[in-house]
C-alpha cells in the first residue's frame, strides 16, 4: 500500500479507450501528486506516442504487435522511454518495482491476467474492467487478501457504494442498489428491439464510452456484469443486490443498511469523478470538474428494469446463482456477440439467443482454477463462433 502524502506511480493499461484518456486528464489537473510509469494501449499506436511524448513514461506496451515497429519509430527520440508488445509485456511490466497503482481500464477478459499479476507483486488495483471480477471473481478478491492490496472500484456505480460504505465497516449492509441509466431503449418493448440498429446502439443518453461498453449499456449487459462484480467487491450474496433504472444517472448507486437507513452517492455522470476518487483514495482530491446543481435536476425518477425487453439482465443474475465458470461464459459468449453486432452480423435481440446458447452448451465446472477459466474463455469464443 502507499503512503497517503507520497506521489503515487501509475500503471494506465488501456490509456487510449475512454476511461484511459479521462484518468490522464485526472493526472494533469493533479501536478506533483501522480507519476506515469507505465501507458498501454491495444492498436491505437498513435495517440499511445502522442500520450508518451506527454507524460514520459519509463515503458509503453502496444499490445498487438503488429503496431511495435511504428510506436518504436515514433519513441525513437525519446530513449528514456522503452517500447515493448504484447500480452506477456504487459503482464510483466506491472511487476516493476517503481509501481504504486495499476489502473485496469482494458476492455474485456483482456484485463484478467495483467491485474493478476499486478496483485501478485503487491501493487494496489484501481478497476476500470469490471470482466475481470465477472470471470474470476472469487480468485482475485482471495489473492487481494493474500497479498494485502487494496481494490479500489473505478466503475462509477461501484465507485458510488465504496464511497457510501466508508465509515461503515461495522454495519451489516442488508443490500445495495446498482442504478441503471437504461440506456437509449428503456420503455421499448421486446418486439420494438427486434429492429434495433447499429448506430442507435451506439448513442447511450448520459455517458461517453468505448463502442463495446456502450452497447452492453444498451441492451443492460454492461448491468449484468456490474451486479456480479459488486458481489465480489463487497462480499455480498445473490440476495442482497438489485437494480432499478435511473435516466438521469445521478444517483450512481445506494446502500440500503440492517436498520433501513440508505446512503446514495449523487453527482453528474462524469467517469473523471470515480476514476480520481480511486486514484487519490483516501484523500478527496480539489477538481474544477463541473458541479452538480438540483436546480438543473428537479426531478429525478426511479423504475424497475424490464427483463422481458432486456433479457441479458436475468441471464447475468442466472449466472452468478449458478456460480463456477458460468460467469466466465457469459462474458466470453457477451465478447463475441457484440463483436459480431458490431459487424452487423447479428441483431440486437439475437446476442441475448446467442449468450443464452453458450451458457446452455459449454462444459460447466463448479470450482474452476485460473487455467480452468482461460480455457473456458477460449471454449466458449469456439462455440460461439459456431452458433453464429
Given at each position: 500500500m502507499v503512503e497517503e502524502n507520497k506521489v503515487k506511480t501509475l500503471a494506465l493499461l488501456g490509456a487510449t479507450g475512454s476511461i484511459g484518456t479521462q484518468a490522464l486528464e485526472v493526472v494533469r489537473q493533479q501536478p506533483g501528486r501522480f507519476r506515469v510509469a507505465v501507458l498501454s494501449a491495444q492498436r491505437q499506436w498513435e495517440l499511445l506516442a502522442q500520450q508518451a511524448r506527454e507524460f514520459r513514461p519509463a515503458v509503453v506496451v502496444i499490445g498487438d504487435d503488429s503496431f511495435y515497429q511504428p510506436l518504436k519509430a515514433a519513441l525513437a527520440q525519446q530513449p528514456e522511454t522503452q517500447v515493448l508488445a504484447g500480452a506477456a509485456a504487459l503482464a510483466e511490466v506491472v511487476t516493476r518495482s517503481e509501481i504504486d497503482i495499476v489502473l485496469t481500464a482494458l476492455v474485456g477478459y483482456a484485463g484478467l491476467l495483467p491485474t493478476v499479476a499486478a496483485i501478485?507483486?503487491?501493487k494496489d488495483i484501481a478497476l476500470a474492467n469490471k470482466e475481470t471480477l465477472v470471470v474470476a471473481g472469487e480468485l482475485i478478491t482471495g489473492l487481494v487478501k493474500q497479498h494485502n492490496v487494496r481494490l479500489l472500484p473505478v466503475d462509477s456505480e461501484?465507485?458510488?457504494i465504496f464511497q457510501c460504505l466508508v465509515g461503515e465497516e461495522q454495519n451489516p449492509i442488508e443490500k445495495i442498489i446498482l442504478t441503471a441509466s437504461g440506456g437509449p431503449f428503456r420503455g421499448r418493448?421486446?418486439?420494438?428491439?427486434?429492429?434495433v440498429t447499429k448506430a442507435q446502439a451506439l448513442k447511450h443518453p448520459n455517458w461517453d464510452m468505448g463502442a463495446k461498453i456502450t452497447i452492453d449499456s444498451a441492451s443492460l449487459m454492461n448491468k449484468g456484469l456490474e451486479v456480479i462484480e459488486a458481489k465480489w467487491l463487497f462480499g455480498l450474496t445473490n440476495e442482497q443486490i438489485d437494480v432499478v433504472v435511473h435516466p438521469q444517472s445521478i444517483v450512481h448507486s445506494l446502500v440500503q443498511f440492517q436498520d433501513g437507513s440508505l446512503k446514495a452517492?449523487?453527482?453528474?455522470p462524469d467517469m473523471k469523478l470515480p476514476i480520481q476518487y480511486a486514484l487519490g483514495y483516501p484523500q478527496r482530491l480539489a477538481n474544477t470538474f463541473p458541479r452538480f446543481s438540483f436546480l438543473d435536476y428537479p426531478t429525478l425518477t426511479f423504475e424497475a428494469p424490464d427483463r422481458a425487453a432486456f433479457p441479458n439482465l436475468e441471464l447475468a443474475f442466472g449466472a452468478m446463482r449458478r456460480g463456477g465458470n458460468a460467469p466466465c461464459v457469459l462474458n466470453a459468449a457477451n465478447e463475441v456477440a457484440v463483436a459480431a453486432f458490431l459487424r452487423e452480423q447479428v441483431g440486437f435481440r439475437q446476442m441475448s439467443d446467442l449468450v443464452a446458447g453458450c451458457l446452455a452448451r459449454v462444459s460447466y465446472l463448479?470450482?474452476?482454477?485460473?487455467?480452468?477459466?482461460?480455457?473456458t474463455d477460449a471454449e466458449t469464443r469456439?462455440?460461439?463462433?459456431?452458433l453464429l
Amino acid at each position: 500500500m502507499v503512503e497517503e502524502n507520497k506521489v503515487k506511480t501509475l500503471a494506465l493499461l488501456g490509456a487510449t479507450g475512454s476511461i484511459g484518456t479521462q484518468a490522464l486528464e485526472v493526472v494533469r489537473q493533479q501536478p506533483g501528486r501522480f507519476r506515469v510509469a507505465v501507458l498501454s494501449a491495444q492498436r491505437q499506436w498513435e495517440l499511445l506516442a502522442q500520450q508518451a511524448r506527454e507524460f514520459r513514461p519509463a515503458v509503453v506496451v502496444i499490445g498487438d504487435d503488429s503496431f511495435y515497429q511504428p510506436l518504436k519509430a515514433a519513441l525513437a527520440q525519446q530513449p528514456e522511454t522503452q517500447v515493448l508488445a504484447g500480452a506477456a509485456a504487459l503482464a510483466e511490466v506491472v511487476t516493476r518495482s517503481e509501481i504504486d497503482i495499476v489502473l485496469t481500464a482494458l476492455v474485456g477478459y483482456a484485463g484478467l491476467l495483467p491485474t493478476v499479476a499486478a496483485i501478485r507483486a503487491g501493487k494496489d488495483i484501481a478497476l476500470a474492467n469490471k470482466e475481470t471480477l465477472v470471470v474470476a471473481g472469487e480468485l482475485i478478491t482471495g489473492l487481494v487478501k493474500q497479498h494485502n492490496v487494496r481494490l479500489l472500484p473505478v466503475d462509477s456505480e461501484h465507485s458510488a457504494i465504496f464511497q457510501c460504505l466508508v465509515g461503515e465497516e461495522q454495519n451489516p449492509i442488508e443490500k445495495i442498489i446498482l442504478t441503471a441509466s437504461g440506456g437509449p431503449f428503456r420503455g421499448r418493448s421486446a418486439q420494438q428491439m427486434e429492429a434495433v440498429t447499429k448506430a442507435q446502439a451506439l448513442k447511450h443518453p448520459n455517458w461517453d464510452m468505448g463502442a463495446k461498453i456502450t452497447i452492453d449499456s444498451a441492451s443492460l449487459m454492461n448491468k449484468g456484469l456490474e451486479v456480479i462484480e459488486a458481489k465480489w467487491l463487497f462480499g455480498l450474496t445473490n440476495e442482497q443486490i438489485d437494480v432499478v433504472v435511473h435516466p438521469q444517472s445521478i444517483v450512481h448507486s445506494l446502500v440500503q443498511f440492517q436498520d433501513g437507513s440508505l446512503k446514495a452517492q449523487l453527482g453528474l455522470p462524469d467517469m473523471k469523478l470515480p476514476i480520481q476518487y480511486a486514484l487519490g483514495y483516501p484523500q478527496r482530491l480539489a477538481n474544477t470538474f463541473p458541479r452538480f446543481s438540483f436546480l438543473d435536476y428537479p426531478t429525478l425518477t426511479f423504475e424497475a428494469p424490464d427483463r422481458a425487453a432486456f433479457p441479458n439482465l436475468e441471464l447475468a443474475f442466472g449466472a452468478m446463482r449458478r456460480g463456477g465458470n458460468a460467469p466466465c461464459v457469459l462474458n466470453a459468449a457477451n465478447e463475441v456477440a457484440v463483436a459480431a453486432f458490431l459487424r452487423e452480423q447479428v441483431g440486437f435481440r439475437q446476442m441475448s439467443d446467442l449468450v443464452a446458447g453458450c451458457l446452455a452448451r459449454v462444459s460447466y465446472l463448479a470450482e474452476p482454477l485460473l487455467a480452468d477459466l482461460v480455457a473456458t474463455d477460449a471454449e466458449t469464443r469456439r462455440v460461439a463462433e459456431a452458433l453464429l
